[in-house]
């Protein structure tokens, strides 16, 4: 049978970086800076990862870039939001603070993709801000630079509106939901139909649950274990995946390189 990479390999969490070779990182908040950056996904194909995680949001002229964050100002000490800048101002001018060389800067979508089509599956999270919850400007972008990708991909989010866009106007694709919370009841009332309607809804529901992986054994994760997969984030330890390996289907991981034992 042929693997499914979402399932069957794990996933780099935005790249494999390495601190030591001046490749910046893209970690979760709770970890250290986040940034993607071509060099951090080159390093993830050499080492064998079968899948990419990144976070894609758009710039102050619409184009769409690899990258976590809202604003600037903890990889580069730049007070000002990604959506504040033409993209080519930010590539000529943003740099990082954990390797300020100007080779280095922070990628269009295009070019991740032109790295690894035919290489690694890519998991693609559109990043949003709150005022921006219901347009859909960084969706229309995706989908328009998705549509002549050859490679394999997903595309997920914590807003549940992004993740039915992709089942309203592209229902072959993919598509997985994020969370951070131990119960539905925990959104914005009125949101939480949203919510329940893509994870339960059999006509409307994702392919899978991206969730965070201090919250297993949730009121929430029980409610969704048996009902779909579970692709956990951020696993950054051996003995963490060992530990928890049995309460999900797949990983994110950073900062070692797993081993099945």
């Not at 989010?157 to 866009?165: H, K, L």
């Not at 919250?215 to 048996?226: A, D, F, I, W």
Request: charge should be negative; glycine fraction near 6%.
């Amino acid at each position: 049978m042929k693997k499914d990479w979402l399932y069957d390999v794990f996933v780099a969490h935005r790249g494999l970086h390495d601190s030591e070779k001046g490749i910046v990182e893209n970690t979760l908040p709770a970890f250290q800076a986040a940034i993607n950056t071509l060099e951090a996904f080159a390093l993830a194909i050499t080492q064998g990862a079968d899948g990419i995680e990144l976070d894609v949001q758009l710039t102050k002229d619409g184009k769409l870039v690899v990258y976590h964050d809202d604003n600037f100002k903890r990889v580069c000490g730049i007070e000002a939001d990604v959506d504040s800048f033409d993209y080519d101002y930010i590539k000529k001018n943003v740099r990082f603070l954990a390797n300020p060389d100007s080779s280095v800067y922070v990628p269009l979508f295009s070019e991740v993709a032109a790295l690894c089509e035919g290489k690694t599956g890519l998991m693609i999270e559109i990043k949003k801000k709150s005022n921006g919850f219901y347009d859909y400007k960084v969706e229309e972008a995706l989908l328009k630079e998705l549509k002549n990708y050859k490679g394999d991909f997903i595309v997920k989010s914590f807003n549940p509106y992004s993740v039915d866009f992709f089942r309203t106007q592209a229902p072959s694709y993919r598509r997985g939901f994020l969370c951070s919370k131990s119960t539905i009841d925990e959104y914005e009332p009125e949101i939480r139909e949203k919510v329940r309607e893509i994870l339960f809804d059999k006509d409307k529901k994702v392919e899978f649950f991206d969730y965070g992986v201090w919250l297993l054994g949730s009121p929430l994760y029980n409610e969704v274990k048996g009902t779909m997969p579970i692709v956990v984030w951020t696993v950054t330890s051996q003995k963490d995946y060992d530990d928890n390996k049995h309460l999900f289907d797949n990983m994110i991981f950073e900062k070692f390189i797993p081993k099945e034992n």
